[in-house]
């Protein structure tokens, strides 16, 4: 938290978001299930977190900054989850797009 200081001294600014959150639970929680996938398999905070970390480096590499807007093909995979969580990070916005969706709809979405 950020204390304002002059005319607005009462009034805190929090600079928060779901992103840190999910670090702090990750941290606390590495060897917790995190994920259970439709195929059985298990991930847990700590993989996730390290996971999303990498992509946020790749978004980041690749020119993906704060404000942005990433469209995911989420599969309901760890790396459709790990992008939603390196977006937060990044503080970009992300959009899931079903890769099942007639091509029209796509289009209305991008």
Do not use: W
Request: contains cysteine.
């Amino acid at each position: 938290m950020i204390e304002k200081k002059g005319e607005d001294r009462l009034m805190n600014i929090y600079e928060y978001s779901l992103g840190v959150k999910f670090c702090e639970v990750a941290r606390k929680n590495q060897n917790q299930p995190a994920l259970r996938l439709s195929e059985g398999d298990v991930v847990t905070y700590g993989e996730l977190d390290t996971l999303s970390n990498k992509l946020a480096g790749y978004l980041s590499k690749h020119m993906v900054r704060r404000g942005d807007v990433v469209g995911i093909f989420h599969d309901k995979s760890m790396y459709g989850y790990g992008l939603m969580l390196a977006c937060l990070k990044m503080g970009a916005i992300y959009v899931n797009l079903d890769p099942d969706s007639p091509v029209e709809r796509l289009q209305k979405i991008v």
